[in-house]
Nanobody
Framework: VQLQASGGGLVQHGGSLRLSCAAS????????MGWFRQAPGKEREFVAAISGSSPSTYYADSVKGRFIITRDNAKNTVYLQMNSLKPEDTAVYYC????????????????WGQGTQVTVSS
């Protein structure tokens, strides 16, 4: 499975961005999809996950109520709508594919995209 993340950029405090992650290879609907992020000098941390079909979602407490994860299995794409962005959301965001829901540990995901930079100015 190959993953390609896009949609990052520079946004002001309180603004919004939508990240996309396009998958190719494998059977997309079978995979749990997750978003993680990594700020400079910090470990990669879980942001959100969505199950394969009839999807359920799960969020880190730090983004609950602000971020929304969705997927379109017909387009082999997972999205992360990020609202009310804060400077502490600044990080490289990665999408990942696995098989276990809910998995918040990076080691539970088998495939990773290349990351897209999100910068929130204060």
């Amino acid at each position: 499975v190959q993953l390609q993340a896009s949609g990052g950029g520079l946004v002001q405090h309180g603004g919004s961005l939508r990240l996309s992650c396009a998958a190719s290879g494998g059977t997309f609907s079978r995979h749990v999809m997750g978003w993680f992020r990594q700020a400079p000098g910090k470990e990669r941390e879980f942001v959100a996950a969505i199950s394969g079909s009839s999807p359920s979602t799960y969020y880190a407490d730090s983004v609950k109520g602000r971020f929304i994860i969705t997927r379109d299995n017909a387009k082999n794409t997972v999205y992360l709508q990020m609202n009310s962005l804060k400077p502490e959301d600044t990080a490289v965001y990665y999408c990942a594919a696995g098989y276990l829901f809910v998995a918040v540990d990076v080691r539970r995901y088998d495939y990773w995209g290349q990351g897209t930079q999100v910068t929130v100015s204060s």
